[in-house]
């Protein structure tokens, strides 16, 4: 079984900073990719910033140059600076993961979510 936690949400004022960390544990064999996606109220789930392989990564338009995010290991990270009120939601850690070595489906694994506000 794999487990995906995540830390580090929170209440922000606007122009803030949040750093929000994932770790990954279980049955892992190949992680493929990582990455961040966002829900606020009455919105559908969207990618907030994901990367493969540790090297390429994707941005939302919405938070280009303002949020970074990293691995290590079996960790993910998402550096938020500058927080807008739009970027509250919350916001799920996922992981595409090959669980073991002689079975090449890797599946889509989540985190149970954490809430970011940014208010004044």
């Known amino acids: 079984q794999v487990q995906l936690v995540e830390s580090g949400g929170g209440l922000v004022q606007p122009g803030g900073s949040l750093r929000l960390s994932c770790a990954a544990s279980?049955?892992?064999?190949?992680?493929?990719?990582m990455g961040w996606y966002r829900q606020a109220p009455g919105k559908q789930r969207d990618l907030v910033a994901s990367?493969?392989?540790?090297?390429s990564t994707n941005y939302a338009d919405s938070v280009k140059g303002r949020f970074t995010i990293s691995n290590a290991k079996q960790m993910v990270y998402l550096q938020m600076n500058s927080l807008k009120p739009e970027d509250t939601a919350v916001y799920y850690c996922?992981?595409?993961?090959?669980?073991?070595?002689?079975?090449?489906?890797?599946?889509?694994?989540w985190g149970q979510g954490t809430q970011v506000t940014v208010s004044s």
């Open positions: 279980g049955s892992i064999f190949r992680i493929n990719a």
């Open positions: 990367i493969i392989s540790g090297d």
């Open positions: 996922n992981a595409k993961i090959q669980p073991r070595h002689y079975e090449p489906t890797a599946y889509d694994y």
